[in-house]
């Protein structure tokens, strides 16, 4: 099993910037994909970025504002130019070669405010 903490969520203006980190531990044999989610009342659970080796992606949404990163088995998501649209519990994910499973972390809750 993996298992994955995350922090640096919070409330934050708008136009303002946070900084996510996901520290993974456990049992890593060879973490492949790393990625942040989010999650806002009443929606579901969406992908915001994912990093593959050195190779990023991310939604639309957060083009140009959202940067992830990865130090070894820490993913991070630094956060400018938030918007209140923003605000949602982040969670982050991993996978494994070799491994079925995707892996969670508790979630962080971040909201900014108009």
């Known amino acids: 099993q993996v298992q994955l903490v995350e922090s640096g969520g919070g409330l934050v203006q708008a136009g303002g910037s946070l900084r996510l980190s996901c520290a993974a531990s456990?049992?890593?044999?060879?973490?492949?994909?790393m990625g942040w989610y989010r999650q806002a009342p009443g929606k579901q659970r969406e992908s915001v970025a994912t990093i593959i080796g050195g190779v990023t992606s991310y939604t639309d949404a957060v083009k140009g504002r959202f940067t992830i990163s990865r130090d070894k088995n820490t993913v991070y998501l630094q956060m400018n130019s938030l918007k209140p649209e923003d605000t949602a519990v982040y969670y982050c994910s991993t996978r494994q070669i070799f491994d079925a499973n995707t892996y969670w972390g508790q979630g962080t809750q971040v909201t900014v405010s108009s």
């Open positions: 456990g049992s890593i044999t060879s973490i492949n994909v």
